[in-house]
């Protein structure tokens, strides 16, 4: 069974950071393509950012590229997404999934608000 488990949320100011993680089990995390999303209340959800199975590839959207960063540990089977310069825009749950699965995690919450 597909699990992943996002964490690392909360409050920050306009232009601070945060590091989101994401933890899964119940597949061969090594082997999957991993995405992080994002929805903002009120929004549709939408894509942030695609990583390949070894950290080859990475793509962001438009939206992040320059202040976003994604990465992964295959021995932790960890998703991380390093968000820096963040904007009150930001603000949403952050959700990660893996490419092959349709299967979704509760979320963290990210709030940029001085």
């Known amino acids: 069974q597909v699990r992943l488990v996002e964490s690392g949320g909360g409050l920050v100011q306009p232009g601070g950071s945060l590091r989101l993680s994401c933890a899964a089990s119940?597949?061969?995390?090594?082997?999957?393509?991993m995405s992080w999303y994002r929805q903002a209340p009120g929004k549709e959800r939408e894509w942030v950012g695609f990583i390949d199975t070894t950290g080859g590839v990475i793509n962001y959207a438009v939206s992040v590229k320059g202040r976003f960063t994604i990465s992964r540990d295959n021995a932790k089977n960890t998703l991380y997404l390093q968000m820096n310069s963040l904007k009150p825009e930001d603000t949403a749950v952050y959700y990660c999934?893996?490419?092959?699965?349709?299967?979704w995690g509760q979320g963290t919450q990210v709030t940029v608000s001085s």
């Open positions: 999934k893996a490419v092959r699965f349709n299967s």
């Open positions: 119940g597949f061969t995390f090594s082997s999957s393509h």
